[in-house]
């Protein structure tokens, strides 16, 4: 089994200190809800940001959203090899059922999100993603089987294909949810190896990709072909 974690997601909904920012208040006047419940987009709000504490690295609902797609869509997934989790700078954790379907829209995405920050589950009645609050991120990881990995531009380079090979049983990894900058986590304390990719940074699309292709390769469980299903 493979759990990926988005950690430290620049995933939230705008904080009071910017509700009243010009910016905030006409985007969501624009959609017809309050300022604090709406996702925080750095597209939209990048004025708000401008003089927020680490404003330059907050509000990207994007990165989870190409995240999320990528694992849902993938064949480790459709074999029930892989849980898929998402955890927020404000330690949230978002849990996926494999079953979910996730918008491939963008504005559908961060109109879902915002649902399930305020109810705390979707659907409602049998939930297929589902928000717990308040969980730090070695909290988190503790109890999960498995090695535990950190993706990070400054780990040990290796070659990704061969070490998931030697992987015995389950494999947690992290990849990092924001656009550049390190993880405010004590990454060593917390994981069995910190790990490297590649010579120079990559997108954590990329990296979820890649990872998610060298899992299906050493699993049996993954049949090496799967059908293509439009949407």
């Known amino acids: 089994m493979l759990t990926l974690i988005l950690a430290e997601a620049e995933l939230e909904l705008v904080p009071a200190a910017l509700a009243g920012h010009p910016a ?9 809800r309050s300022p604090r419940s709406i996702l925080l ?3 939209l709000h990048h004025p708000a940001l401008r003089s927020f504490p680490e404003g330059e690295r907050r509000g990207r609902p994007d990165i989870a959203h190409l995240f999320v797609l990528l694992c849902l869509d993938s ?5 029930g090899e892989l849980q898929t989790i998402i955890h927020t700078r404000n330690d949230d954790v978002l849990r996926f059922s494999r079953e979910t379907r996730i918008p491939k829209n963008y504005t559908r995405f961060v109109g879902l999100m915002e649902d399930l920050f305020a109810k705390g589950r979707v659907p409602e009645d049998k ?7 308040d969980v730090p991120l070695p909290q988190l990881l503790k109890g999960m089987p498995g ?6 531009e400054d780990g040990e380079r290796i070659g990704l294909f061969d070490e998931i090979s030697r992987v015995k049983g389950d494999l947690v990894a992290l990849v990092g949810g924001f656009p550049h900058g390190k993880f405010h986590a ?8 910190l ?9 954590a699309w990329t990296v979820t990709s890649e990872i998610l292709v060298a899992f299906a390769h050493r699993s049996p469980a993954v049949p090496p072909k799967a059908k293509v299903r439009s949407r």
């Open 147 to 152: 090695e535990k990995w950190a993706c990070t």
């Open 186 to 193: 004590d990454l060593s304390a917390i994981c069995d190896r």
């Open 24 to 32: 905030v208040r006409t985007s969501a006047k624009r959609r017809g």
């Open 195 to 203: 790990v490297s990719i590649h010579s120079e940074p990559l997108r």
């Open 41 to 43: 987009d750095s597209s």
């Open 75 to 79: 064949r480790i997934n459709l074999a």
């Open 127 to 133: 939930p297929l993603i589902t928000l717990e609050r």
